[in-house]
């Protein structure tokens, strides 16, 4: 069993930043890696971001250039840093570790 806390969500304003911190209970390593979701109203869970076992990253085109998935393995941490915020990134991000989800932080970006 692995217990995921996600930290750090909140209201921004558009062009702010927020980093998003996930702990895990237990290692953070898994052959998928480790990823972040999200959710907006009245729309499907995405992913928005991955990090692999040897480090390389992947990012939902909405996000590229504008968010970093980052990991501190010996924190069992996983950080999302979001610069450049604008209205549509706000949702429920959630840290997703294979078939372990986290509880979700909310994200409102808003004048």
């Known amino acids: 069993q692995v217990q995921l806390v996600e930290s750090g969500g909140g209201l921004v304003q558009p062009g702010g930043s927020l980093r998003l911190s996930c702990a895990a209970s237990?290692?953070?390593?898994?052959?998928?890696?480790m990823a972040w979701y999200r959710q907006a109203p009245g729309k499907e869970r995405e992913e928005v971001a991955r990090i692999l076992p040897g480090g390389s990253t992947m990012y939902a085109d909405s996000v590229k250039g504008r968010f970093t998935i980052s990991r501190d393995n010996a924190k069992s941490t996983v950080y999302l840093q979001m610069n450049s915020l604008k209205s549509e990134d706000t949702a429920v991000y959630y840290c997703?570790?294979?078939?372990?989800w986290g509880q979700g932080t909310q994200v409102t970006v808003s004048s």
């Open positions: 237990r290692s953070i390593f898994s052959i998928n890696g």
């Open positions: 997703n570790r294979g078939s372990y």
